[in-house]
């Protein structure tokens, strides 16, 4: 299958994409809104939750706001590289987690996770970023497995 024909597909299969995905995909991070599916071998993750999409996506972007000094990014790019994207998801939700005082250092659930936040701090624009930003910075991506070698 060609590129464009996978990404058509995959916008045409995945409407309620789950923002979260590259961590999930990665392992790193779990989310009960989460179902992975396949198209021509290649894996993707949807949301089940239109809510809990669009909460993925402000705290994503609230992080992205705050850790931009931090991860050295530029203002009008869009998409992040893989591994600051890692870094924003996975150290975004371990600095969230000690924030709200949850000590398992598994992510097992990003929207409960989130929702909790919200209950806590009133809002996600509320939580503690200086915090978490801690979080993010010290996130090291894990490096690929070379094989065969």
């Not at 809510?51 to 990014?73: D, H, I, P, S, V």
């Not at 790019?77 to 371990?94: F, T």
């Not at 924030?99 to 598994?106: N, Q």
């Amino acid at each position: 299958m060609d590129q464009d024909a996978f990404r058509q597909t995959y916008r045409e299969v995945n409407a309620v994409f789950c923002a979260f995905e590259k961590s999930v995909l990665t392992n790193e991070c779990g989310c009960r809104c989460a179902e992975r599916f396949c198209i021509a071998e290649r894996e993707g993750v949807h949301c089940t939750s239109q809510t809990g999409q669009q909460r993925c996506l402000r705290w994503l972007e609230l992080l992205r706001e705050q850790a931009r000094f931090a991860l050295r990014t530029e203002e009008d790019r869009r998409v992040l590289p893989h591994g600051k994207a890692i870094r924003l998801q996975v150290g975004g939700m371990r600095g969230l987690l000690k924030a709200l005082e949850i000590s398992d250092p598994v992510i097992g659930d990003v929207d409960g996770s989130l929702a909790e936040a919200e209950l806590r701090f009133g809002a996600l624009e509320d939580v503690p970023f200086s915090q978490i930003m801690r979080e993010v910075v010290a996130h090291q991506v894990r490096r690929r497995s070379r094989r065969g070698r």
